[in-house]
T-cell receptor, first 113, second 114 residues
Framework: DTGVSQDPRHKITKRGQNVTFRCDPI?????LYWYRQTLGQGPEFLTY????????KSRLLSDRFSAERPKGSFSTLEIQRTEQGDSAMYLC???????????FGPGTRLTVT | GDSVTQMEGPVTLSEEAFLTINCTYT??????LFWYVQYPGEGLQLLLK?????DKGSNKGFEATYRKETTSFHLEKGSVQVSDSAVYFC?????????????FGQGTILTVHP
């Protein structure tokens, strides 16, 4: 069990550019979640997958955001036309069910200049 | 939707002091309840959990009891250490179609001095 991994760990981009983040969950976990955390706040839910199906998206997830989980393994989160307000830590978590808890990756810190 | 209210911080204690961080929540049904901890420069770690009313979750000397009647899940530790300095988050997990989705409180910063 190598834990949840995320790549890249840090991303600096200019406003208007597109960025893509990757998350590799714990191998036997079928649920995968994306959250966003800004400084001094708790994480906020963005979206979640059960296997390859995206089952819920938060209202926080504007049309500029899209997430995929092909084949139910790794997941990608893409932000198009980035804005300064997108600057945050993007966290990925995985779990085997809904009641035992989620295991978080180290996060990708996005800075939009 | 679900919501969480945590005790405001920061909380500053001396080593070996007793710790309580209050957490109350609103949620549909009877969610599982979690405490997560974020040490400086590290990611979120699951600290403890409780899945039904009156369950007590415990780990590393920390405890929390699922109180359905008061919708609370207060975190306690009898004797804190400097290494417990971190940010603590309370989070219920949604049921139904949002199964497992966590709603986090704003976090409570704990600083323990020697």
């Amino acid at each position: 069990d190598t834990g949840v991994s995320q790549d890249p760990r840090h991303k600096i981009t200019k406003r208007g550019q597109n960025v893509t983040f990757r998350c590799d969950p714990i191998s036997e976990h079928n649920r995968l979640y994306w959250y966003r955390q800004t400084l001094g706040q708790g994480p906020e839910f963005l979206t979640y997958f059960q296997n390859e199906a995206q089952l819920e998206k938060s209202r926080l997830l504007s049309d500029r955001f899209s997430a995929e989980r092909p084949k139910g393994s790794f997941s990608t989160l893409e932000i198009q036309r980035t804005e300064q307000g997108d600057s945050a830590m993007y966290l990925c978590a995985s779990s085997s069910d809904g009641i035992r808890g989620q295991y978080f990756g180290p996060g990708t810190r996005l800075t939009v200049t | 939707g679900d919501s969480v209210t945590q005790m405001e911080g920061p909380v500053t204690l001396s080593e070996e002091a007793f710790l309580t961080i209050n957490c109350t929540y609103t949620a549909t049904g009877y969610p599982s309840l979690f405490w997560y901890v974020q040490y400086p420069g590290e990611g979120l770690q699951l600290l403890l959990k409780a899945t039904k009313a009156d369950d007590k979750g415990s780990n590393k000397g920390f405890e929390a009891t699922y109180r359905k009647e008061t919708t609370s899940f207060h975190l306690e530790k009898g004797s804190v250490q400097v290494s417990d300095s971190a940010v603590y988050f309370c989070a219920p997990a949604a049921g139904g179609t949002s199964y497992g989705k966590l709603t986090f409180g704003q976090g409570t910063i704990l600083t323990v001095h020697p």
